[in-house]
């Protein structure tokens, strides 16, 4: 098995383990068949990109402790779905990016200039 790309051409890095990330929950923004949202942007949420997320009915900031999650406040790292992270480029409101831990999947969807434009 050959390790995981970032958008940087690097090794895919990992995103958070704070707060258990990725669609495998397992810190990394990796993604396979059955990732239909392609969890692989890792981004540092901002209050105004959590308010759009739950504006679209994906309320990451509520816990859920059932699915040990804690809920996201400003300044977590979270792996976000590249179309979500796209529409909120297109809104105005999309959290910066950790180019290092963002899967190299991401530019089937996001270009990498908006990805640097928008690095943290």
Request: hydrophobic share 40%; proline share 5%.
């Amino acid at each position: 098995m050959t390790k995981a790309k970032n958008v940087i051409d690097g090794q895919l890095e990992p995103c958070c383990t704070s707060v258990m990330t990725g669609y495998y929950r397992d810190g990394f923004c990796r993604t396979g068949g059955e990732d239909f949202g392609v969890h692989v942007i890792c981004a540092q949420v901002t209050a105004e990109f959590l308010e759009f997320s739950l504006g679209r009915g994906n309320d990451l900031i509520t816990p859920h402790p059932e699915y040990q999650f804690p809920g996201l406040k400003a300044g977590d790292r979270w792996c976000l779905c590249a179309s979500r992270w796209q529409e909120a480029l297109d809104a105005g409101v999309a959290p910066p990016v950790v180019l290092s831990a963002t899967h190299a999947r991401a530019l089937e969807v996001v270009s990498l200039d908006d990805l640097k434009k928008n690095a943290h």
